[in-house]
Structure formats: structure tokens, C-alpha cells
């Protein structure tokens, strides 16, 4: 008339009912993020949005806006990327990514042609900091060419460098290097694909 | 190369069973501020983890030690209030409440030997490094933990069924 209870019955128990109650996991996700934020230890908060262009991640630092990427960049990859290069104390956390967000879904609204956003460049350093720093004074709806830009930031024959600069642009969109094309016009490159290029030229209305 | 992946993973991956095992430890109430304790002093010191670590160890670990702070408050607490057991939130069933009334009157070896082992996940090798003494004196203490908490559980049964 006993029957004998065996320990795996016992485990299932206690592992029904010692389970998270439902919502229980985001809701301490979230007081994860307010805490790690509030103690300074948020080094990077991180996010994805949904643009005409496709998904984007927007990582920020308490400086500013670290790294914008593209979905074929593989998200997973990039933030493997960030953790090894800046620090893998990384969460997803969109609050602190809000503004950029939004400014960003007035660029494709049409609504805004400049960003207006802090910007934290610790992932460039030497030339191509240069010239990505240099990226925002070309204006909305206009273009240059590598060999201009080369020129403009004071080293004519670094015409390559240049496009390696675009290239490893962490900020494209924000940091346009898509105004960026070859002396004939020719699109060039763009760690986006071109089509998203010309996507963004023909957003803004450039020739 | 030196493969620490972002945070974030960490707690996607760790989340619910550090979760369960502070239930089992500091009870439901408390969970909560246990678990939260843990993943903020976790990701404090994550930079500095060897990326050989076993890190649901590493973060059971961690728990313990926030376990046994929040235990002492209770103990505090409680010694100096009337033992409040009514306001346990919403428990599925009667049964269930005794049975997690039976985990949390076990005694403190026995309840974080289960708990480590059975709920985290841990090998009693790691269990051992957390409670102290020999991988063989923790497996013994969750097994007596699972014993007595079978015995809880038949009695109530008992009772149930003779009322």
C-alpha cells in the first residue's frame, strides 16, 4: 500500500515549483539594467530598431554612441566584437539608446538632416579617426570622393586609406561615409551593401 | 584568445536557474533582491572572470554568498516579529506551499546541497567549493535533504489523507 515515491519524482517537484513565476525574467532583466546604470558599471547598453533599411544595433557607452550595425553584419558577431575590443560588460538596454532611436527614425522620416548626438570614437583610432570625424561635414544631400576627402584631411594621396576608414566606419548612418563615392561616381563600397547606399543617397535626395 | 562573451549572454543563459535557485534558498519573497544582488555583483567583477570559469558555478557562488547575507537579515528580522507565514503570495496549491514550506525548513546544508546541486546544476565537486568540506559530505547533504523533504511530503500526504 506504500508506494515508493523515487528521487527524479522528488527533483520534478522541487523544479516545478522553485520555477520563475511568469514575467519574473524581463521584469529582473530590467532592474538589472537600472541598477548596472545607476552604478556606473553599464559600459555598454545596446539595442536593435526596425528602419527601411533594415534591423540596425545601436550600442552606446556613458560617452555616447559606440557602434551602429547592420544586420548582415551578424548581431551577435558585433557585439562578440565590441565585448572583446571595449568591454564585455554589455546588456541589452534600449533606454539609454532612446534618443538615437529617435533621431534616427526622423532621418527616415525625412525630418531631420543632421545628427545631433554624442559620440563616443574609442573604436577608431590614428587616420581613420581623422577622417570619420571629418564624415558629418558633408552635408546632407551632397557627396564627395575619396581622393576629395583624403585631400581634406590633409593627406592627398591616401585615397585607400580613406576607403578603409569608410569601411570600418563603427557609425555608418550617423557618421555618413555613405556620402563617400568614387572620383567617376561610382558608389565604391559600403559595409552595409550597396543597395543600402544607394538606398540612403536617394533618401536624402544627393544626384 | 580570450572568448568572454558579452554580458547580456550571460544572463540570458543564467537567468531562470539562478532565479530558481535563490527561490529555493531565501525563499520567494526575497528572490528577487537575491537574484538581483547576484547578476549587479557578478557583472561588476565579470571583466576580471577567467574565461575558463565555470560560470553558473561562478554565479551560484556568488548567490550563496548573497543568500546567507539576506538569511541573517531575515533571521534577524524574524527573531524579533512573529513568524509570518500566511502572506505567502498565491501558491498554486496547499500541497505546494507545504512542500516549500518542507525546502525552507530544511536545515542550511541540506536546503543549499539540493538547491546547488539539483536546481543549479552543479556536480557535487562544485557544490563542495561553495559549502565547504568534501564533494562526498555535499552529496550526502542532498540526499539527506531529498529524504527528509520526501518525508515532509509523505506526512503531509498522511495527514491529507486521514483528515
Avoid at chain 2, 29 to 50: G, I, K, N, Q, V
Wanted: glycine fraction near 6%; charge should be positive.
Amino acid at each position: 500500500m506504500k508506494t515508493k515515491t523515487n528521487v527524479q519524482q522528488d527533483i520534478s517537484n522541487l523544479l516545478a515549483f522553485t520555477a520563475a513565476p511568469p514575467g519574473a525574467v524581463d521584469r529582473l532583466h530590467r532592474r538589472l539594467e537600472e541598477a548596472a546604470a545607476g552604478a556606473g558599471i553599464l559600459d555598454v547598453a545596446y539595442t536593435t530598431i526596425d528602419t527601411p533599411i533594415g534591423t540596425l544595433l545601436l550600442a552606446a557607452t556613458e560617452r555616447g554612441l559606440l557602434r551602429v550595425a547592420f544586420e548582415t553584419e551578424g548581431l551577435d558577431l558585433v557585439l562578440d566584437g565590441l565585448g572583446r575590443k571595449f568591454s564585455p560588460r554589455i546588456l541589452r538596454s534600449p533606454k539609454r539608446l532612446d534618443p538615437v532611436a529617435f533621431e534616427i527614425d526622423e532621418y527616415f522620416a525625412r525630418r531631420r538632416t543632421a545628427f545631433d548626438l554624442a559620440l563616443d570614437f574609442s573604436l577608431s583610432s590614428g587616420f581613420r579617426l581623422a577622417v570619420q570625424k571629418y564624415l558629418p561635414r558633408i552635408a546632407y544631400g551632397t557627396t564627395d570622393s575619396y581622393k576629395h576627402v583624403a585631400a581634406l584631411v590633409g593627406n592627398p594621396k591616401a585615397i585607400r586609406a580613406v576607403g578603409t576608414a569608410c569601411a570600418t566606419n563603427p557609425l555608418p548612418l550617423v557618421v555618413p561615409c555613405h556620402r563617400v563615392l568614387r572620383t567617376n561616381g561610382e558608389l565604391g563600397g559600403y559595409l552595409g551593401g550597396l543597395a543600402v547606399k544607394s538606398a540612403l543617397l536617394k533618401l536624402e535626395g544627393a544626384s | 584568445m580570450d572568448m568572454k562573451v558579452p554580458f547580456e549572454r550571460v544572463v540570458a543563459e543564467h537567468s531562470a536557474t539562478v532565479l530558481r535557485v535563490c527561490r529555493a534558498v531565501v525563499g520567494r519573497h526575497d528572490a528577487d533582491d537575491a537574484w538581483s544582488e547576484t547578476f549587479l555583483a557578478a557583472m561588476r567583477t565579470y571583466p576580471e572572470l577567467p574565461s575558463s570559469a565555470n560560470v553558473e558555478a561562478w554565479l551560484v557562488t556568488i548567490a550563496h554568498r548573497k543568500a546567507i547575507d539576506m538569511i541573517r537579515k531575515q533571521r534577524r528580522i524574524v527573531s524579533s516579529m512573529a513568524i509570518d507565514t500566511s502572506s505567502t503570495v498565491a501558491s498554486p496549491s496547499s500541497k505546494n506551499h507545504e512542500l516549500w514550506n518542507a525546502l525552507q525548513s530544511l536545515p542550511d546544508k541540506q536546503r543549499h546541497a539540493v538547491a546547488y546541486h539539483y536546481l543549479g546544476g552543479l556536480p557535487y565537486l562544485e557544490v563542495a567549493k561553495i559549502l565547504g568540506g568534501t564533494p562526498e559530505a555535499s552529496r550526502r547533504a542532498a540526499a539527506d535533504g531529498i529524504r527528509n523533504l520526501r518525508k515532509t511530503y509523505h506526512d503531509m500526504e498522511i495527514q491529507e489523507t486521514s483528515r
